[in-house]
């Protein structure tokens, strides 16, 4: 079972624009919410990761998320993408790992 | 430091024969382990998740099974492969503050 959506399946942008990518959860609890980062030829590794406390947070290279708990959303954005930002994006089941991941999004920027 | 392998990186196996994917974590005690297949277009499907020593959770009916002979060992198992048992498979285990680590990943080719 998946308790976690996200809506962009293939993202294609140019090098400065700007990248949202939307992740909703179907959890009504206290939710640990995490994106996790796969570029190419690389292991999965973590992006950012919002625990309590202020709802936006910041990750690696620029990335930031707002948690929304009015909408259950959690979504993960960059104000100006690079060619390197290329890679596959997943938002993790909220709270815990005994579920499954959603079906990732893949960003391709071209430079 | 915490380290997490997983071998074989590459296997093709006929269909029918049997397989064992195995996992190991070093520098942790205890953790929480995790089995997931990736494919294209499907995002991580969690498999098997083990909480400790022989304690396996399957999330999903399949021609897979998982052990947890050690604390820091996991092996997925089958007894006779399906074509449709092709795929990415990649091990985790889940840090203190709630990430997951993956390890390399092992790719699965049923003939």
């Known amino acids: 079972a998946q308790s976690v959506s996200q809506h962009n399946h293939h993202v294609i942008l140019s090098e400065a624009a700007s990248l949202e990518l939307g992740c909703n959860y179907s959890?009504?609890?206290?939710?640990?919410l995490f994106w996790y980062v796969q570029y190419p030829g690389q292991h999965l590794q973590l992006l950012l990761k919002y625990f309590s406390g202020d709802p936006l947070v910041k990750g690696i290279k620029g990335f930031e998320a707002e948690f929304i708990k009015s909408k259950f959303s959690f979504n993960l954005r960059k104000p100006s993408v690079q060619w390197s930002d290329t890679a596959e994006y997943f938002c993790?089941?909220?709270?815990?790992?005994?579920?499954?991941f959603g079906a990732g999004t893949t960003v391709t920027v071209r430079a | 430091s915490q380290t997490i392998h997983q071998w074989p990186a590459t296997l093709v196996q006929p269909v029918g024969s049997p397989l064992s994917l195995e996992c190991t974590v070093e520098g942790t005690s205890n953790p929480n382990l995790y089995w997931y297949r990736q494919a294209a277009g499907r995002g991580l499907q969690l498999l098997f998740y083990s909480v400790g020593i022989g304690q396996i959770s399957s999330e999903v009916p399949q021609n897979l099974s998982a052990s947890r002979p050690q604390d820091r060992q996991f092996i997925l198992s089958s007894k006779k492969l399906l074509l449709s048992d092709s795929g990415f498979y990649l091990c985790?285990?889940?840090?203190?503050?709630?990430?997951?680590?993956f390890g390399e990943g092992s790719r699965l080719t049923v003939l």
């Open positions: 985790a285990w889940r840090g203190y503050t709630g990430e997951l680590f």
């Open positions: 993790a089941p909220p709270r815990d790992y005994k579920l499954s």
């Open positions: 959890y009504g609890g206290t939710v640990n």
